[in-house]
């Protein structure tokens, strides 16, 4: 009897460890056949519709056409469509390496433009960048912001920074996209009926970090970022 009793104790503990330790195995499983999804719909939208952008603009490739707002919107297209593709078939990397894939992507539409890159990475401490979740965010707000320069600024001059702050220790990156161009003629957040400012806010927030506006009109604009390391811990932002 002693020993039957002994016997459903021990069951009864091996339950309720197991309980305590259970998640669902499903969920492995799913994020694979979504990861897996993902990057089927990445190689459609890159085959299909990407290769109908490239046809639309090759019909309307001349120098007249340079300027012209149509291919200005196709060029836009393509671009928000490869790192779209990208976005969705890479989930790994650090920030300096996502935004080294951006500036591949970027630079032929900024070469066409006549805009020059300055690039400044100052990103020898890699193992305090942000990663992951945090990485994708700050770099769709780069994005965002390039896209912005391109859309509205008319800028003969982009700069991209990203380096600690010397000032705070280096507990803090400083992440910096700045143009030439001719600055926002409202306040930001003034009456504005876009919504990129408002996403990179959101994202600055996800992500911990500060963002700042600085600009005026025909003095260019600057976006800043102050992100604090700190904030990396994994579990901060849950992974999507
Ligand atoms: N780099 C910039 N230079 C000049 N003006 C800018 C710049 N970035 C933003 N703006 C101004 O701020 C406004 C708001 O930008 P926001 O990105 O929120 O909206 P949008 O670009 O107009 O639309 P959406 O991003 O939703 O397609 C822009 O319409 C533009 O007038
Ligand atoms: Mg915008």
Not at 115 to 125: H, K, N, P, Q, S
Not at 141 to 165: D, G, K, Y
């Amino acid at each position: 009897m002693e020993l039957l009793n002994l016997a459903v104790g021990a069951s009864l503990v091996v339950m309720l460890v197991r309980t305590l330790y259970w998640h669902p195995r499903r969920n492995a499983q799913t994020a694979a056949a979504v990861r897996k999804e993902r990057q089927r719909i990445a190689g459609e939208l890159h085959d299909l519709v990407g290769s109908q952008i490239v046809n639309a603009l090759l019909l309307l490739d001349s120098p007249a056409n340079r300027l012209h707002p149509a291919v200005r919107t196709l060029e836009q297209c393509m671009l928000d469509l490869r790192l779209l593709v990208e976005v969705m078939s890479d989930q790994k990397g650090d920030l300096a390496e996502k935004l080294a894939a951006l500036r591949y992507r970027i630079q032929p539409v900024l070469d066409k433009r006549g805009i020059c890159l300055t690039w400044i990475m100052d990103v020898d401490d890699g193992e305090m960048l942000p990663r992951r979740a945090h990485a994708r965010e700050l770099c769709r707000l780069v994005q965002e912001a390039v896209s912005n320069v391109l859309q509205h600024s008319r800028a003969t001059h982009l700069t991209i920074e990203l380096r600690p702050r010397r000032e705070s220790g280096c507990t803090e990156w400083l992440l910096r996209v700045m143009d030439n161009g001719v600055g926002m003629r409202q306040q930001p957040g003034e009456g504005v009926k876009g919504h990129g400012v408002s996403n990179m806010r959101r994202r600055a927030r996800r992500v911990g970090a500060r963002m700042s506006i600085v600009s005026e009109e025909g003095m260019g604009t600057e976006i800043v970022v102050i992100v604090d390391t700190m904030q990396f811990a994994p579990t901060v932002i849950a992974s999507t």
